[in-house]
């Protein structure tokens, strides 16, 4: 019989297919620096430390600081596919997108997070901070921090399996995932704050999220 393929082989075929078509001109798909495993702050330190941060030094963000955060957040730690954080029947509706304002190596634009490869997908030139801070209601912090993480969901992929009860384990999952960040951010001398209120019909347009893709966190980060 033949041997069932695994989702990260899966995943695997879907970022080469990526990569492909960047060849071909149609996006920039740019590797992440690996992600680190171990760091000098235990998890009993970073959960005293952490605490909303709401304002931030003009200071860029490093590559590998945000190669990090990503990973924290949705990445592969497991040949079978699994991630960073915990999903109702491994189903992983969520979603990671960047507004990158300032990060060292990487210019000004919308990006998308995929797990497998651990790649980074430019969607759009250009600084979003601005306009997504006007959709958050003008909190200043989402326009002055180096980068804001967006934290979108596609509930039919776990509903699908869970019908409505599937909703609520896909924003459990979001939770999840958000601490996930913040905690690597302790972790890494920086500091964030999530943020619920905005305008959803707002924010995806901005980003220009597919239809079924609905965000549920934007998350500033930037150095205390």
Request: hydrophobic share 40%; proline share 8%.
């Amino acid at each position: 019989m033949p041997r069932p393929t695994s989702k990260i082989n899966l995943g695997v075929i879907v970022a080469m297919a990526a990569i492909a078509w960047s060849c071909l001109g149609a996006f920039e798909v740019k590797e992440l620096p690996p992600p680190r495993k171990t760091g000098p702050l235990s998890l009993e330190e970073a959960l005293s430390r952490r605490r909303s941060l709401r304002s931030y030094r003009k200071e860029p963000l490093k590559l590998q600081e945000l190669s990090q955060l990503l990973w924290a957040a949705q990445g592969i730690t497991d040949p079978r596919g699994f991630r960073t954080a915990p999903s109702a029947g491994a189903l992983y509706p969520l979603e990671v997108y960047v507004a990158v304002g300032e990060v060292k190596g990487l210019k000004p634009g919308l990006y998308r997070y995929h797990p497998s490869g651990h790649l980074l997908e430019e969607m759009a030139e250009g600084d979003k901070r601005r306009l997504l801070a006007e959709a958050a209601l003008g909190q200043p912090w989402v326009r002055e921090a180096p980068v804001v993480f967006c934290i979108a969901a596609v509930y039919q992929r776990t509903t699908k399996k869970y019908g409505r009860r599937g909703i609520r384990y896909v924003q459990m999952e979001a939770g999840h995932a958000a601490q996930n960040l913040c905690l690597q951010a302790v972790a890494l001398g920086l500091g964030g704050v999530t943020v619920g209120a905005f305008d959803d019909q707002q924010v995806k347009e901005i980003l220009g999220l597919p239809s079924d893709h609905h965000p549920l966190y934007l998350i500033p980060v930037g150095r205390p």
